[in-house]
C-alpha cells in the first residue's frame, strides 16, 4: 500500500493456501493524520566539548521531523570586535555538514546529523 490515507484505517487478512490448507491472520492498520510542525531536537544534543589543540571534534545532534530538515551549524565570531551585527542579530560562519541520516523511530523520523569544521 502507498501513500496511506485515514480512510485506508481497517482490519486487513491475509490468507495463505496450498494444497495441504489454508491459513489466515488478520491486522490492524490505524493510518494517522499528521500536522506540520517546526523540528524538535534531541534533549542533551549536541553536547559541549571541550579539546585540546589540534584535535578533531565532531558534534552530534538528534532532529525529529517528519520532513527533512535543513541542517546547518553557525559558529559564533567576532566582526570588528562585536559579536552582534547592526540587526541585532550574531554574526555567524556556516560550518560544513558531514552527513545527515533519516531512519524511522516509534512515528517520528530521526534526523542525525554531524558538524565538522569548515
Not at 480512510?7 to 495441504?20: A, I
Not at 555567524?92 to 523511530?105: D, I, N, P
Request: glycine fraction near 12%; charged fraction near 15%; include cysteine.
Amino acid at each position: 500500500m502507498e501513500s496511506a490515507v485515514p480512510s485506508d484505517s481497517g482490519n486487513y487478512t491475509c490468507v495463505v493456501q496450498n494444497e495441504f490448507g489454508s491459513i489466515q491472520q488478520t491486522y490492524t492498520l490505524d493510518v494517522l493524520e499528521r500536522f506540520p510542525h517546526r523540528p524538535i531536537l534531541h534533549a542533551g544534543l549536541p553536547a559541549n566539548q571541550t579539546a585540546t589543540l589540534g584535535s578533531d571534534v565532531e558534534f552530534h545532534c538528534k532532529v525529529y521531523s517528519d520532513a527533512q530538515p535543513h541542517i546547518q551549524w553557525l559558529k559564533h565570531v567576532e566582526v570588528n570586535g562585536s559579536k552582534m551585527g547592526p540587526d541585532g542579530k550574531p554574526h555567524v560562519t556556516v560550518l560544513k555538514v558531514g552527513s545527515a541520516v533519516g531512519r524511522w523511530l516509534g512515528g517520528w523520523v530521526v534526523w542525525e546529523c554531524l558538524g565538522s569544521g569548515p
